[in-house]
T-cell receptor
Framework: ELKVEQNPLFLSMQEGKNYTIYCNYS?????LYWYRQDPGKSLESLFVLLSNGAVKQEGRLMASLDTKARLSTLHITAAVHDLSATYFCAAGGGGADGLTFGKGTHLIIQP | NAGVMQNPRHLVRRRGQEARLRCSPM?????VYWYRQLPEEGLKFMVYLQKENIIDESGMPKERFSAEFPKEGPSILRIQQVVRGDSAAYFCASSPYGDTQYFGPGTRLTVL
């Protein structure tokens, strides 16, 4: 059974700082996703990582995947308040399988 | 291209009633997934459907819950005889095969 663990679960940081969210998964997974969720809203797709060593960047967010370590990271550079949200990683078994989600990282960025 | 649509957005039911949640996938997407999110938790996979077929229902509770995706019309998640523990946000996602899943706005079910 695939299990996904994120840490930290809660993170409060100041604007301008850098930080990393970690996502570990328990068994081989073909792909790793990062989603953002604002309070009371749906999930917004941020990144899809498909292969070992994959790195994707969008603005102040950068995601990477190490399939050997079964680890993905989401790095935040020079955080701004607008990035406050809950971030989920999710792993899938490939093809069209349902996703297994981590519990999410609740990120608060203070001015 | 309209996104994934779900209705109703909010649903209140009393214990013992039935809840019907609807999901219309994005145009061109034939794969539909249902997830449940409890407060302060991640999403839990429930069921994966293609048109007229249930492909994987391994996350679906064995009793009271059912899902369908008919040839015409939206996918429906049905919960019979709701209990307070069914209160949650239910999200539908759709995808073309093997690609990113796009999520709808969710239906927030409250059982009184």
């Amino acid at each position: 059974e695939l299990k996904v663990e994120q840490n930290p679960l809660f993170l409060s940081m100041q604007e301008g700082k850098n930080y990393t969210i970690y996502c570990n998964y328990s068994t081989t997974s073909d792909r790793l996703y990062w989603y953002r969720q604002d309070p009371g809203k749906s999930l917004e797709s941020l990144f899809v990582l498909l292969s070992n060593g994959a790195v994707k960047q969008e603005g102040r967010l950068m995601a990477s995947l190490d399939t050997k370590a079964r680890l993905s990271t989401l790095h935040i550079t020079a955080a701004v308040h607008d990035l406050s949200a809950t971030y989920f990683c999710a792993a899938g078994g490939g093809g069209a399988d349902g996703l297994t989600f981590g519990k999410g990282t609740h990120l608060i960025i203070q001015p | 291209n309209a996104g994934v649509m779900q209705n109703p957005r909010h649903l209140v039911r009393r214990r013992g009633q039935e809840a019907r949640l609807r999901c219309s996938p994005m145009k061109g997407h034939s794969h539909v997934y249902w997830y449940r999110q409890l407060p302060e938790e991640g999403l839990k996979f429930m069921v994966y459907l293609q048109k007229e077929n249930i492909i994987d229902e391994s996350g679906m509770p064995k009793e009271r819950f059912s899902a369908e995706f008919p040839k015409e019309g939206p996918s429906i998640l049905r919960i019979q005889q709701v209990v307070r523990g069914d209160s949650a946000a239910y999200f539908c996602a759709s995808s073309p095969y093997g690609d990113t899943q796009y999520f709808g706005p969710g239906t927030r079910l409250t059982v009184l």
